[in-house]
C-alpha cells in the first residue's frame, strides 16, 4: 500500500519536511563519505545543527553568497562529492539562476539543489521572499531534474533517488507543515504521477504543500456526487505525459493546483501536454502575480488553493468548461 487512507486527510497530523530532510541527509552521508552538504549562512532555517554536529568538516558554509554557494558546489561535484546545496529557495533560483544554469545544468554536473521555504511559506516577509517563479525558472533549464515532494515519506524518498542518480537536481524542501499523504513503503519514481484518489468526472493534478489539499477538495466533491480523480505529479521534470493524456481522456477536464506561479509551473507543463497530445479543458490554479504579504494560509486561501477553492474550480469546470 503506497497512499495512506485516512477518513480525512485535513484532520491527519502535520509533519515539517525539513525533518525528513535532514534526517536522510545523515543517513545518506553516513553511509557515502562523498555526501556533502553546502549552505550560504542557512544551517538555522534548514534544520542542518545536528548534520554539522555529525559531520562538521562535510558542512560547507559560504555565508550569504548564493552565486558562491553553488559555484563551490560544482567545484565539489567536480573533485567526486555529491554536494546538496540547502537555501531557502528564493534567493537559491533568484540570486544563483546564471550559476544555476551554466555550471550546474549546462555543465551537467551532479549537484543536488534543495529550496527550502519555497513557495509562500515567507509568506509575513513579503514578495521579495515568496518563491512562487523557482518551478518555472528551474523548468526551463535544459538538464535540470524538478521534484516536488508532498510530504516528508516523499522528501525522504527523492532524496534517496537522488543521491544514487547522476546529474543536477532540483528539490522544493517544505517548511509549511503537512500531513502525511503515503505510506512508509512509498518508493519514488522518476517522471512517475501517481493515482492518490481513484475518480472518473474530473482530475485535479497536483503536488508540494498543496497536494493534500487536492484530497481534500476531491472529498468535499465526493459530497457533490462529483467523483475527482487525483493525481499527485511530484516530477514537473520529466512529466508523466502519459497520465497526463489519460486524465484529459477519460475526464471532463484537469484542473492543476501548486503553491507557484500559475504560468510555467507544473500547470504549464500540463497545458503543454494537453494541447500537443489531446487537447482538453483546463483549470490552472497558482499565484498569477506578485503576491502580497500575509501568512502562508491566508494567500493559499485568497488564491483559491484551498480546498473549498480546489473543489469549486472543479465544479466550474465541469459545469461551465472555465
Known sequence: MTVL????????????????????????????????GVVNDSVGSSKLNSFRKAFPDRLINVGIAEQDMVGVASGLANGGRIPFVSAASCFLTGRALEQIKADVAYSNTNVKLCGMSPGVAYGELGPTHHSIEDIAWLRAIANMTVIVPADPIETAAALRWAAASEGPV??????????????????FELGKAITVREGNDVTVISNGTVLWRALAAAERLAEDGISARVLSMPTVKPLDTEAVVAAARETAGI????????GGGLGGAVAETVVQHH???????????FAPT??????????????????DAARKLITTGK
Not at 492543476?256 to 500559475?262: F, G, K, N, R, W
Not at 500575509?294 to 473543489?311: H, K, T, V
Open 279 to 289: 487537447p482538453a479543458r483546463v483549470k490552472i490554479l497558482g499565484f498569477p502575480e
Open 294 to 311: 500575509g501568512s502562508a494560509g491566508y494567500l493559499l486561501d485568497r488564491y483559491g488553493l484551498s480546498a473549498e477553492g480546489i473543489a
Open 170 to 187: 532540483f528539490i522544493r524542501v517544505s517548511r509549511m507543515s503537512v500531513p502525511k499523504v503515503y505510506a512508509d513503503d512509498y518508493s
Open 5 to 36: 487512507e485516512t477518513r480525512s486527510i485535513a484532520d491527519q497530523p502535520r509533519y515539517d519536511c525539513r525533518d525528513a530532510y535532514v534526517e536522510t541527509l545523515a543517513e545518506l552521508a553516513e553511509a557515502d563519505h562523498r555526501i556533502v
Open 255 to 262: 484542473v492543476t493546483a501548486e503553491e507557484a506561479v500559475s
